[in-house]
């Protein structure tokens, strides 16, 4: 995401770390780089200029700290002024009143039905008994998908076929809600290809009856700053406590992310960023900051390994290193246990410095990983657990299986093995510590 405005603004970042002073040329030379950026990226206009002239008053008026170049001074007032511009701090859901009322509104096609699945896992997973309600009577078909999102997400949903009034499905919906305990409902509603007076009405009804504690506007970011113009028209119309931003993860420009706040004054909260219903995230300006500047993410990316990994299921696995029992079947969990966490290119994006890495790398390396999890699931489950009974015939069976060569195949297994003897050599290496009274290794060691 943003790879176009983080590309731009490396360089710009590379030029000002290379100043053995600030002067106001300099600076003003620098900041006009950045200016063209971000408008590059399809920042509203008015945006850019009121960000370009804050960052010019505080970098002529920062006092020069002796420790620090003044190129990273001004590149420090850029990240926390990016950060003002994106909301200052997370702004969480307002989820008071029994049940919550959550309205999820917004244009047709910019992804309301399924991020209402998505916010649904989320609170799930936080404790939460939500439950999904199709609100959309125009589309037959949004019905028939959220039951479907549902089912994935393991929530409830409400649905009314052949009904017609969003009215009758919401007070049905809250009977329900009280019926089976359910302590925050999620309402998809109709969309259109355009902002129409007939469905204004709709929604405002639906608040009237509802008084929604959140009324979020789910926007394709991709549309840019298209988006923002939506988003105002949405809160003079019905008024909006917030925004997803949807398919943030094809939006290499950023518009609508960055002039969103400013321009509608109200909170990003969520963003989707990919296609499972896993990829989906509170927002939180300063980590957003810090992965347009190309600073990385890495708290994000701790987040992801940990609701990935199973801790017990981690225990077991370091137990079983330490003995050098390390199977391909164990080698194949871990390699699935990655591919949750998304694609390589977006993990690898949270990294610092990671701007650097070439998209074809990256492709390459997440062909070789579905290569190397295709080889072993062509494999018998007795032949996971045992290599050594890998005779050649076996390989070829396990090569024409997976449609690789046979070569690839010995490569797998020959890697294998030297990660088999590295385990048992560091297994013995901590029995030996334990013995001289040296503890234990420290944690992440062996691959925790």
Request: hydrophobic content about 45%.
């Amino acid at each position: 995401m943003f790879d176009a405005l983080t590309g731009k603004l490396q360089t710009v970042f590379r030029n000002l770390r290379g100043l053995g002073r600030l002067t106001e040329d300099n600076i003003a030379e620098a900041l006009r780089e950045v200016r063209l950026a971000l408008l590059e990226a399809d920042v509203n206009y008015r945006v850019a200029r009121d960000f370009i002239a804050k960052v010019k008053e505080k970098a002529l008026g920062a006092e020069v700290i002796r420790t620090v170049q003044p190129g990273q001074q001004v590149i420090k007032i850029i990240h926390d002024e990016l950060v003002t511009l994106l909301g200052d701090g997370n702004e969480g859901l307002d989820l008071a009143g029994k049940p919550a009322c959550i309205l999820m509104i917004g244009l047709h096609g910019s992804g309301k039905t399924t991020s209402s699945a998505k916010l649904a896992r989320l609170l799930r997973r936080q404790g939460r008994a939500p439950l999904l309600v199709a609100a959309d009577v125009h589309r037959p078909a949004a019905m028939d998908q959220l039951a479907v999102l549902a089912e994935q997400v393991g929530v409830p949903a409400f649905v009314a076929p052949g009904e017609k009034e969003v009215l009758r499905i919401a007070e049905a919906a809250l009977r329900k809600a009280e019926e089976e305990h359910r302590n925050a409902l999620i309402f998809d509603t109709a969309g259109r290809l355009q902002i129409d007076e007939p469905l204004v009405q709709e929604l405002i009804r639906l608040r009237e009856r509802l008084q929604p504690r959140e009324v979020l506007l789910v926007l394709d970011a991709a549309t840019g700053q298209e988006a923002v113009n939506v988003a105002s028209q949405f809160n003079e119309a019905v008024g909006i406590t917030g925004a997803v931003l949807t398919k943030l993860d094809g939006d290499a420009r950023g518009g609508a992310a960055l002039s969103f706040r400013a321009v509608v004054g109200k909170p990003i909260k969520f963003v989707g960023v990919g296609e499972k219903v896993e990829d989906f995230e509170p927002f939180y300006p300063e980590r957003m900051a810090q992965r347009i500047l190309g600073m990385g993410d890495v708290v994000s990316l701790v987040e992801k390994a940990a609701e990935a990994v199973d801790e017990e299921e981690a225990r077991r696995m370091e137990q079983k290193m330490r003995r050098g029992q390390f199977t391909l079947e164990d080698l194949l969990h871990q390699l699935r246990q990655m591919r949750r966490m998304g694609p390589l290119d977006s993990l690898v994006s949270m990294l610092p410095g990671a701007q650097g890495v070439r998209p074809q790398d990256l492709s390459r390396g997440e062909k070789e990983l579905r290569r190397m999890e295709g080889i072993i699931c062509a494999m018998t489950p007795q032949e996971r657990r045992n290599p050594a009974i890998l005779n050649a015939r076996r390989r070829i069976r396990i090569a024409r299986g997976s449609g690789v060569r046979v070569a690839e195949v010995n490569t797998l297994l020959q890697r294998f093995g030297q990660m088999q003897k590295m385990m048992k050599k560091m297994g013995k290496f901590q029995k030996m510590l334990g013995r001289m009274g040296g503890g234990p290794l420290p944690p992440g060691i062996l691959g925790r």
